[in-house]
Structure formats: structure tokens, C-alpha cells
């Protein structure tokens, strides 16, 4: 019907008004009452059935599908197909401090050693597809106040982990499921949530100071009331840890390295792969 239906419309007021047109002239008024109501009613038809022919069920339908597809990882299906975790977590609908961001917009002075997208590290393999330090935007811009007040002092900060994306704690526990070297993925690490940093401090010229051991030693050696560091070491890591401090981080007891966010509690876990946070 929708395509043919005007025309048939017009070929039924013509012949109407034709008859109409034979009578006597009494009825005249009947003719022009009678063909204002065919008019109106024939583009009152003609609308509609324009309308349905631009806007068939389907053009609708075909987007939202394809928004549905676009999220078919997901554990959940989505009840709103456009809050996808990059729209919704890294990107501008959320306010500064619950995004995840590159450390590097915020502050370019912090050196990066991402360990996990090298082999230099204790699982001595590559789980990070990139080396890059993504936090929450209350971390960053705190951890950017931190550099900003060592760099006073000549020195500087150097990160060697922040966020880590749940899939990548998985392939962690797949290598070492010993919750003494990796968080078990069904409880998470602080890291998972962009509230986490391993750093540690360098000079001037960008070199590490001594700290009491390298990174991921998970011995007591690492331990904060460790005793038998050399003094100059036990001097640096007490230096970290008080310009982290001054800015509300959260030191970790076994690991001289480690540091939360204040309010880390607050931010969810995440799984938000690198590629899609803006850089
Ligand atoms: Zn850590």
C-alpha cells in the first residue's frame, strides 16, 4: 500500500468530485465541503504514508544491532549499547578524576620504565603490548605534583607499573599463580583499578638511585622495616616514600616500590585495553 496509496487516493476524489460536479446547482456547497474533505484527508494519507516509506522498522533496528556486536566481549550484555568502557571510562563523560589517563599528558618529566611490556622482569616475559603509564586522573595529577616538588630537590620520578588491565592479571596468574609474586585475578590488584604506581626515584641525569633492592625482588628484603639495606639505600626509599606520602599516597609494606592512591576503594576494576585510552 505505502507506495501506490496517494495515487489510488487521487483517482478516488477525482471520480467523486466528478459526480458530484453533475448534480444541480443547489448542491454546490455539498460539492466544495466534499472536496476539502477528500483533500484533507488524502494528504493526511500521503503523510503517512510518506513517513513509513523514509522510516521503515528496520533502519532503527540495524544501528543498534551493530552497537550490541560492538560490545559482544563483554561479560554483560549491554542494557545501553553506547556506554562501552572506552566511551565511558576514558573518555570525556566522566568527570577528570575517574578517567583513565596517560601520565604523559599530564606531566612529561616523569621517566617511564614500564617493566611488563619488556622481558625485564620477573616473569620474564612481555604481557604489556605497549609501555605506557595510565592512571586515574586524581592519581595522575597527584603523582604529578610529587615530580613537580622532587624536581626542586634535583630529582625525579621514574614509574615502572601503573594500570594494569584485569585480561593482563589473568595472563599473570597463568604464568605465576603464587599469590606471593601476582594478585590472584578474582580479588584484583590495586593496579587493576588505576589507583596503583611502582616508581622509584632518579637524579638529575635520569639514573636510579640506590633503593634496597631492584623492582619485584619479593623477598623481605623489599620490606619497609627492612634493616640490613645499606644506609644510603634505606635514606632513598625513605625519601620516596615521604614525597609520596605529602601528597596522600599510600606506601605498601612489603615493597619499597609500591604506592596507592588515596580513595583507591572508590574506583572499580577494570579491563579497558591500552588501545583505547586516549594517549
Ligand atoms: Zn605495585
Not at 584484583?188 to 637524579?203: F, K, M, P, Q, Y
Request: aromatic share 10%; hydrophobic share 40%.
Amino acid at each position: 500500500m505505502s507506495k501506490y496509496c496517494p495515487y489510488t487516493l487521487i483517482q478516488i476524489a477525482a471520480v467523486s468530485l466528478k459526480q458530484v460536479s453533475l448534480r444541480s446547482s443547489w448542491s454546490k456547497l455539498i460539492t466544495t465541503s466534499l472536496t476539502i474533505c477528500f483533500l484533507s484527508t488524502f494528504l493526511a494519507v500521503f503523510v503517512l504514508c510518506q513517513s513509513s516509506e523514509a522510516a521503515p522498522l528496520t533502519s532503527f533496528t540495524a544501528p543498534m544491532t551493530t552497537l550490541a556486536q560492538t560490545t559482544s566481549d563483554s561479560e554483560a550484555v549491554p542494557s545501553q549499547p553506547f556506554a562501552t568502557p572506552s566511551q565511558s571510562l576514558a573518555a570525556s563523560p566522566l568527570p577528570f578524576d575517574a578517567r583513565l589517563v596517560d601520565i604523559r599528558s599530564i606531566n612529561t618529566k616523569i621517566a617511564l620504565d614500564i617493566r611488563y611490556a619488556t622481558t625485564n622482569n620477573f616473569l620474564k616475559g612481555k604481557v604489556y603490548p605497549v609501555a605506557r603509564c595510565v592512571l586515574r586522573g586524581a592519581a595522575a595529577r597527584r603523582l604529578s605534583q610529587v615530580q613537580d616538588d622532587l624536581a626542586k630537590s634535583g630529582l625525579g620520578l621514574k614509574v615502572y607499573d601503573c594500570y594494569r588491565p584485569l585480561s593482563v592479571q589473568k595472563q599473570m596468574w597463568q604464568i605465576k599463580p603464587d599469590p606471593r609474586y601476582v594478585a590472584n585475578p578474582a580479588k584484583g590488584s590495586r593496579h587493576n583499578r588505576g589507583a596503583a604506581v611502582d616508581i622509584t626515584l632518579v637524579d638529575r641525569n635520569g639514573k636510579e638511585l640506590e633503593m634496597p633492592t631492584g623492582f619485584d625482588d619479593f623477598t623481605e628484603k623489599a620490606h619497609r622495616t627492612y634493616k640490613g639495606a645499606s644506609t644510603q639505600a634505606k635514606k632513598n626509599s625513605k625519601q620516596l616514600e615521604d614525597a609520596m606520602k605529602k601528597y596522600g599516597f599510600i606506601p605498601l609494606a612489603t615493597e619499597w616500590w609500591h604506592f596507592d592512591a588515596p580513595g583507591w576503594d572508590k574506583f572499580s576494576i577494570l579491563d579497558v585495553g591500552f588501545g583505547e585510552i586516549p594517549s
